[in-house]
């Protein structure tokens, strides 16, 4: 029996780019219904995550113009991985598999063909992967891949170079589900789950049109969301960090001693500023790293709703 895939696009303020990517996404589903990889009833499922322009109005006009066009709305913007989540849990109840992919057309869509033979040979997550980032800007490329770097070296284990490319089943989406929490970074979480998985390479492209949501500032915030949510290896360095200075401290008593001792104990001012300065700026970082987390914790304790979907283009079931 052929699979059902649902593409699920998340979508913020991209009224420029869905009239452009959404018929290719719709080519795709055709083209790979035509070559007998998944069933007819496959959809392409658009998540308008909250977004302030007409994306929702082109969202349920395409899906009233053609059957293969499905949408959902969040009930105010919560961000990426929020919608991909959104899309994610409802579509797990209505297909097989599902590939979660932006709708600006710079992950390369005929990469979906090889994930699907990859299901096919039974592989349950399949990660889509930038095989290299010639069109970036050297700034982006080097950004961005400083940031699978940062996020290896604190811990939190990602597949170098997979952003929210990815097929995974409904199998292993009905497992995801238990994953209850709240501060989610999907790419660092699929792998925690398991199941048979591999990579597909592609080449990324240019945006086609609009602009990115993730400037630099966006992506440090990811990336420190990404290693706070999934290790606690911060509070380890910081805990070293204070074995270390204590270290160090306990040589410098015995030199103060022995000074003391020999009567050398004059003007050590400078020393002392030093250390007081060093000493506090380490403890005010400190304490803001551990504050993030204890800070995290509040917000899980809550157990507020990871979405709310308030509109669809069809009935639930
Ligand atoms: N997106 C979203 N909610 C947001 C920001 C972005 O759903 O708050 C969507 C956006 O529409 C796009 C995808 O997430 O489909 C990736 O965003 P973008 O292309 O701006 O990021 P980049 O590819 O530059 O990292
Ligand atoms: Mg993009």
Request: hydrophobic share 40%.
């Amino acid at each position: 029996m052929k699979p059902v895939l649902y593409i699920v696009i998340p979508c913020y303020n991209e009224e420029e780019v869905l009239p452009i990517t959404a018929p290719l996404f719709l080519d795709k589903i055709k083209e790979l219904v035509s070559l007998d990889k998944i069933d007819d009833k496959s959809r392409v499922m658009f998540v308008n995550d909250g977004s302030k322009d007409k994306t929702w109005e082109i969202i349920k006009d395409l899906a009233s113009k053609e059957e293969h066009f499905v949408g959902i709305t969040q009930s105010r913007n919560r961000g990426h991985q929020n919608a991909v989540l959104a899309g994610l849990m409802e579509a797990k109840e209505l297909c097989d598999i599902t590939i979660s992919i932006d709708c600006d057309g710079q992950d390369d869509i005929n990469a979906m063909n090889e994930m699907v033979d990859a299901y096919a040979d039974g592989c349950e997550v399949v990660y889509g992967v930038r095989s290299k980032r010639d069109t970036d800007t050297f700034f982006k490329r080097f950004t961005a891949e400083s940031f699978y770097k940062l996020l290896n070296s604190m811990g939190a284990e990602v597949v170098y170079n997979h952003a929210d490319y990815r097929l995974v089943s409904s199998r292993v989406l009905n497992e995801f589900a238990n994953y209850k929490e709240v501060n989610i970074f999907l790419r660092g979480m699929f792998p925690l789950v398991g199941f048979k998985s591999t990579s597909v390479y592609y080449e990324r492209n240019e945006r086609i049109a609009g602009e990115s949501h993730y400037p630099l500032s966006k992506m440090l915030s990811l990336a420190f969301d990404g290693i706070t949510s999934l290790s606690v290896k911060p509070i380890r360095m910081i805990t070293g960090f204070g074995v270390f200075v204590a270290f160090v401290s306990l040589v410098l008593l015995v030199y103060s001693i022995v000074q003391h001792i020999l009567g050398n104990t004059n003007d050590g001012w400078s020393s002392i500023m030093v250390a007081i300065c060093f000493l506090g700026g380490v403890q005010l970082i400190s304490i803001g790293v551990i504050g993030e987390y204890v800070g995290k914790t509040y917000m899980e304790t809550k157990a507020r709703p990871r979405y709310i979907i308030s509109e669809r283009t069809y009935d639930e079931k």
